[in-house]
């Protein structure tokens, strides 16, 4: 009779007097992961052990935190630009204040910045 292992179109490689299942691991591709996925992946394993577990073992966390990673640069490019325009940031401005601008933008990033932790990396 075979084991379910075998059912399920498993093999054995005999080592010594033993038999072990002949286990692999699928290969993934690395994809890179920025500061909002690394950030979201802690999140996730302080906060929903159990999506992390599985997203782990099916091998989609790789590429669920990637995705996560670029929907949040992108969320968080618009936001600044739309922060900007709403605040009459141009390039005017910074021709002629540059350090008006650059205190402007950095206050509109870190804004945005909150929207994006809120509505992405932590939920």
Known sequence: MKSLFEQNGGTYSEVGDYL????TIETQT???????????KEYLKKHKNGIYAGLLITGKLSIYLAEIDTQAHDMLELLMKQMADLQGITEALKASDQ???VGTMNSIKNQAEEIVFSELVYR
Request: glycine residues 12%; aromatic residues 12%.
């Open 20 to 23: 072990l299942p002949d286990l």
């Open 99 to 101: 350090i008006a601008w």
């Open 30 to 40: 690395i994809n890179h992961i920025g500061k909002y996925g690394r950030l979201h």
